[in-house]
């Protein structure tokens, strides 16, 4: 215990004397005991459901370790995740790997280091697993519609019911075991029903496999929990009430076991992104605020104004009235907010902070390396 805690006063990053404390801003602000209360939390509400952290979402190694140690297992969907996560103590039969297309030598890696248990969503990866990773299990992600989330990940994977039960079958066919069904209802999903339709799409699968005499037993529920975003949510409760009833209706007595892959949901709220003011500059009837953060630099789930962070300023006080918030590098893409300005005090100036709560995922791990010269952002462990 004692060694964790010395590990949590550690900084990842550079200092300077010029932000409060000598600590240099942009930063993100990281409590890993809150996330590991949320990583409880989503326990208490999923009983009986395996919670495998999603490490793209912040994959900091004194994050990784306390939620190892707590019992977390793990989401990875690169060589770097899955050996940062047994670098963490975690055991890689913990591991679902969770990215449906995926390199060659991605896969023969993974299943090196024991991983056995793949995501994939067509026949041409179901075979690289089988060449690749012979003996595997697979589950087949699912497409769904993202309805009702911030950031809907609705395109770009996943398959239709009856493409989920041919792969499963071509699965069985060479050799790997069609282990069960995946899907994602988008992340920063508010509306618990979202779960219902697609638990409803997997069932089907599962019985259209038995029918042909295979035994799915494994369904990955994705992730989705919120956080404490601009906006409401329901409480984590309704998802967990949601989700038990949805299964309990679809499966009756075949329920299969069930994970869920939580990324935003135990590390959102547990970080807090902390910018300076380098500008306040009024441009025709607009006042627009210029943090030394953007969406190159930390901020990248505010394209499109997808992901509302919400706001302090704890240095300045007073009547707000609305702005553009804009981020430090000559890019014009790298404005936050405009289409939907924010309000802060009128009063802000240049030097002034402004922090960006729950902010403690996919925001250090999509920092662009070296873009117009400025640095990934850096972890202060609180």
Request: include cysteine; glycine fraction near 10%.
């Amino acid at each position: 215990m004692t060694s964790t805690l010395e590990q949590r006063r550690t900084v990842t990053g550079p200092k300077t004397s010029d932000a409060p404390g000598g600590l240099v801003t942009p930063r993100l602000e990281l409590d890993v005991a809150r996330a590991v209360e949320s990583y409880d939390a989503l326990t208490q509400v999923l009983p009986g459901t395996g919670i495998h952290y999603a490490v793209k979402a912040n994959p900091h190694p004194v994050l990784l370790r306390a939620l190892a140690a707590t019992g977390s297992r793990f989401d990875v969907a690169s060589p770097a995740e899955t050996e940062a996560c047994l670098a963490a103590g975690a055991v890689a039969t913990d591991l679902v790997y969770s990215n449906p297309v995926k390199r060659r030598s991605d896969v023969a890696a993974a299943a090196a280091a024991g991983v056995g248990l793949f995501v994939v969503d067509s026949p041409e990866e179901t075979r690289k697993v089988a060449e690749t990773a012979p003996g595997s299990a697979v589950l087949c992600r699912l497409v769904t519609s993202g309805e009702g989330s911030d950031w809907p990940l609705s395109r770009k994977y996943g398959c239709s019911t009856d493409q989920g039960v041919a792969v499963l079958r071509d699965a069985a066919r060479l050799g790997l075991e069609p282990a069960g069904v995946a899907f994602h209802v988008g992340s920063q999903q508010r509306d618990p029903l979202a779960w219902r339709a697609p638990i409803e799409a997997s069932a089907r699968v599962f019985s259209a496999l038995r029918d042909q005499g295979l035994h799915p037993r494994l369904l990955d529920l994705g992730g989705g929990f919120p956080a404490r975003h601009e906006g409401a949510a329901p409480a984590l409760h309704r998802y967990g009430a949601a989700i038990e009833s949805f299964l309990t209706r679809s499966f009756g007595g075949y329920r299969p076991e069930t994970l869920v892959e939580p990324g935003r949901g135990v590390v959102g709220d547990a970080g807090t992104v902390v910018a300076s003011v380098v500008a306040v500059l009024q441009r025709g009837d607009v006042r627009w605020v210029y943090l030394d953060c953007g969406v190159f630099t930390g901020l990248v789930e505010t394209l499109e104004e997808a992901i509302r962070y919400r706001l302090s300023t704890p240095g300045a006080t007073g009547r707000t009235g609305p702005c553009v918030l804009a981020g430090p590098t000559c890019d014009s893409a790298d404005v936050m907010y405009q289409h939907t300005p924010v309000h802060l005090p009128l009063a802000l100036a240049e030097g002034d902070e402004l922090r960006l709560e729950s902010a403690g995922a996919y925001t250090t791990c999509y920092s662009t390396v070296g873009f117009n010269g400025f640095d990934p952002l850096p972890t202060v462990l609180v």
